[in-house]
């Protein structure tokens, strides 16, 4: 293995890693924003939060390419041990510790997604029950599931200014 490659590889899991922090950052701006309505930001996060999942992607498929490229096999997916094999120690611990942090990095983005997701859920009942209140919806069984296994209101014609 030469150093030039080992270098491009370093460079490969430093973007990932720089881009994996920015995302830990935007979501945790997220969960801030969802917390506070304030669906400006929310709108502004979301579309930085599309770039920057989607150019984690690429890199990622980039530097997966570029491992079967040099020989490793399968990619990513054996790249702990490309890094073990290493024998040029310096280069084999920033690279070890750059691999590491990716790897930290993706599952608190995946937590930290899913919270996110479950406050996006929970305000999304909240709303659905305000707005089931105001038709005259509630207090029957007006309540029946979908194929999707979402909760529906069956549609009613009374309205709560009629009621």
Do not use: C
């Not at 490229?69 to 490309?82: A, E, P, S």
Request: charged letters at 20%; proline letters at 1%.
């Amino acid at each position: 293995m030469n150093t030039h490659a080992l270098d491009q590889l370093m460079g490969l899991l430093q973007t990932l890693t720089t881009l994996s922090n920015q995302l830990n950052d935007l979501l945790k701006q997220e969960k801030i924003s969802l917390e506070t309505p304030n669906s400006i930001d929310l709108l502004t996060l979301s579309s930085a939060k599309k770039r920057l999942v989607s150019e984690l992607e690429n890199n990622t498929k980039k530097t997966h390419a570029f491992l079967k490229k040099i020989n490793v096999t399968r990619g990513l997916y054996q790249l702990n041990d490309f890094i073990s094999q290493l024998k040029i120690t310096d280069k084999k611990q920033v690279m070890s510790d750059l691999w590491s942090d990716v790897q930290r990095l993706s599952i608190d983005n995946k937590s930290q997604n899913e919270v996110n997701g479950s406050i996006i859920e929970l305000n999304r009942r909240y709303t659905q029950r305000s707005l089931a209140e105001l038709r005259g919806q509630l207090g029957g069984n007006n309540t029946t599931y979908g194929s999707n296994g979402q909760s529906m209101s069956s549609k009613i014609s009374r309205n709560i200014t009629t009621a």
